[in-house]
């Protein structure tokens, strides 16, 4: 514990501090000063964002993950007389997240990048608060693993799991007595209604114009192709020791209600609130108390009405592709994600269609060895490869 702030206070460390994730983590953790000290932020290549990051928050440590961009910011710490360290690369990323001094983690950093770092903060038994679903999709069993073997906490960030946990009766993930069913809502994102001939011609603007939500671009793009959701059923799975056949995706356009868990005797539990991360947030970070977020107050007069409906597997073959991975071996869910990344990346690049990022995750996954895996390097191995397939096949494509 940083002996400068009062002993209640918890030192926090947010991996992905300048992403969508990271900033709303900064607002919450900013109104409860008296319970928050910033012990470290980190970024990939935004010094502006982090430098700023540091002034305000003035944190012990920041990590670059980017090598040059760390000497930017070193110097840029050094001229305005600032007391925070620079670390670099992947190791600086797992060197805070596992720091004894590190009561809490955010996980924030997007996709495969942050497998590391999530698993670091898990096997030094932190508070752990998962955004970086990724992760878990390539990791679910060791993963799980490591927090209960280390004792870590961990609190799910990503909207709707908040929501399952928080509608679970215990509200512990692992725990799923009485459960009959978990409905997994999505918003169908930005695309949900384009008729579906137009869908090879949309553009990455459309595909980034979320009806509910400011993400990352990445994010964004998994959103119009639901692949999020695929991902999300995974995250599901592993996080709540529910079997993927428990798990419905439905849509819901108006992301108020963001889960829901249904009883054996008949019961339906669910979370509702404004669409804002901070909600998950900030019960992460006070769990099992509640803090003040900053989200305005769901009114439920002008709510108006709440819709669902089915997902259509024929225009979102992404959720299809998932559900595949998820019942297969677990390399499939590892060349799920990797596929997707590189696919996603050559989308929003503009070097692909959109309708070729389902193509290429169905080519990947025809392609791998469907086994067991065991360690991480045997993650990261699978990953590899799913990234060379993935690669060629973007390469044939490319337009
Ligand atoms: P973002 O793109 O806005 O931010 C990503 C962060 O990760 C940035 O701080 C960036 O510097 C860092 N980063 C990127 N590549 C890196 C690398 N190679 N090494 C180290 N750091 C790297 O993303 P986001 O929207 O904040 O999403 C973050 C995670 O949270 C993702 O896993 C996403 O699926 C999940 N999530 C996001 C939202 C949301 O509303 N944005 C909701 C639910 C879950
Ligand atoms: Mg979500």
């Avoid at 990323?93 to 590190?102: F, I, M, S």
């Avoid at 439905?250 to 804002?276: K, L």
């Amino acid at each position: 514990m940083n002996t400068s702030q009062s002993s209640a206070s918890q030192n926090i460390t947010i991996l992905g501090a300048t992403g969508s994730i990271g900033v709303s983590t900064l607002d919450v953790v900013q109104r409860h000063s008296d319970a928050f000290n910033v012990f470290a932020l980190t970024a990939n290549t935004n010094v502006e964002l982090l430098f700023s990051q540091c002034e305000r928050h003035k944190p012990q440590f920041a990590v670059m993950r980017d090598e040059a961009q760390a000497e930017r910011l070193i110097g840029k710490l050094k001229s305005a007389g600032s007391a925070t360290n620079v670390l670099s690369g992947s190791e600086g990323l797992d060197w805070v997240a596992g720091h004894e001094e590190t009561d809490v983690v955010m996980a924030a950093i997007v996709g495969a990048a942050g497998l590391q770092s999530s698993l670091r903060a898990a096997e030094t038994g932190k508070r752990l608060l998962l955004a970086n679903k990724e992760s878990l999709v390539m990791s679910g069993a060791l993963f799980m693993r490591k927090v209960q073997e280390n004792n870590a906490v961990l609190l799910p960030i990503d909207s709707e799991h908040n929501a399952i946990f928080q509608s679970l009766a215990n509200g512990a993930p692992g725990y799923a007595g009485g459960v009959a069913k978990i409905y997994l809502t999505a918003s169908g994102g930005p695309l949900r209604e384009t008729p579906l001939a137009d869908l090879h011609g949309v553009t990455v603007e459309q595909a980034c114009a979320h009806p509910n939500w400011d993400m990352g671009r990445k994010i964004s793009v998994d959103s119009a192709t639901m692949m999020n959701k695929g991902l999300e059923l995974i995250e599901a799975h592993w996080l709540f020791d529910v079997p993927v056949q428990q798990i419905e995706i439905v849509i819901h356009p108006q992301q108020i209600i963001h889960s829901m868990v249904a009883y054996h005797d008949g019961s339906v539990v669910s979370q509702m609130g404004n669409p804002d991360m901070r909600t998950p947030i900030a019960h992460g970070l006070a769990w099992p108390s509640r803090i003040d977020s900053g989200v305005t107050d769901l009114d439920l007069m002008t709510m108006g009405r709440l819709d669902f409906e089915p997902a259509d597997r024929h225009r979102f073959p992404c959720i299809a592709l998932a559900e595949e991975a998820a019942n297969g071996a677990d390399s499939l869910s590892i060349a799920l994600n990797a596929s997707n990344e590189i696919a996603v990346e050559g989308f929003l690049n503009e070097l692909i269609r959109f309708t070729d990022i389902p193509i290429i995750v169905e080519k990947v996954l025809a392609q791998v060895d469907a086994q067991a895996v065991g360690d991480v390097d045997e993650i990261l191995a699978v990953d590899d490869i799913a990234r060379i397939y993935a690669r060629e096949i973007l390469r044939q494509r490319q337009i």
